[in-house]
């Protein structure tokens, strides 16, 4: 199957401080990028939708300045949160769809602000 | 709106023992049905997708699942545990090809010796 990397796989940082998430897919282009929350022992939730060159499609509850999305060319998503703070911590995941009904899922960061 | 449910979070097995993981879903329109296997402080690996095609599919590492509409179950199936088949096991469902998957709560499978 396709590859999805994502780094880093574990980022501590400070509270206040920001932190980037990217996301590319290595073999194949993605139009479409979806960027994943899991809480210990939870599903995955949706937190938003991002199409290559466009704005982002973020899911209810999601606070759209507080989790900056990019997605400026057809193999690389970021996934930045500004101003972290402890309750941000978590497990972030990316996946990436191409042309193929398949989305392809990054490997996770876990994320831990102190 | 679809949902996936999956009851529990914890399912526990002898290696050799037949695995079994319960998914019903809820969806307006015709669904198609993942799952996927987690591994601790991995990303999520497809094990097999139904598509509307075959009501029963194979997947990856003896892994089945049957769609069965009148049950709006889509169950996954080993006959025989391995070692390596714990891990956290999502059923999740998108409509008709759309691009949002919707995630059940996950079931975490152990495989004792």
């Known amino acids: 199957g396709a590859v999805v990397s994502q780094h880093p796989s574990r980022v501590i940082c400070k509270s206040g401080t920001s932190v980037k998430i990217e996301c590319r897919s290595l073999?194949?282009?993605?139009?479409?990028m979806f960027w994943y929350r899991q809480f210990p022992k939870q599903s995955l939730m949706l937190m938003a939708t991002?199409?290559?060159?466009?704005?982002?499609?973020?899911e209810q509850g999601v606070e759209k300045d507080k989790f900056l999305i990019n997605h400026a060319s057809l193999t690389l998503s970021t996934l930045t949160v500004t101003s972290a703070h402890p309750e941000d911590s978590s497990f972030y995941i990316c996946?990436?769809?191409?042309?193929?009904?398949?989305?392809?899922f990054g490997q996770g960061t876990r994320l831990t602000v102190v | 709106a679809q949902s996936v449910t999956q009851l529990g979070s914890h399912v526990s097995v002898s290696e050799g023992a037949l695995v079994l993981l319960r998914c019903n879903y809820s969806?307006?329109?015709?669904?198609?049905l993942f799952w996927y296997v987690q591994y601790p402080n991995q990303g999520l690996q497809l094990l097999l997708k139904y598509t509307s095609a075959a009501t029963l599919v194979k997947g990856i590492n003896g892994f089945e699942a049957e769609f069965k509409k009148s049950e709006t179950s889509f169950h996954l199936t080993k006959p025989s545990a391995h070692m390596s088949d714990a891990a956290e096991y999502f059923c999740a469902v998108s409509e008709g090809g759309s691009e949002k998957l919707v995630f059940g709560k996950g079931m975490k499978l152990t495989v004792n010796p």
């Open positions: 073999d194949f282009q993605a139009t479409t």
């Open positions: 969806s307006s329109v015709p669904p198609y």
């Open positions: 996946s990436a769809r191409g042309d193929s009904l398949e989305a392809f």
């Open positions: 991002s199409n290559e060159g466009s704005k982002a499609t973020y």
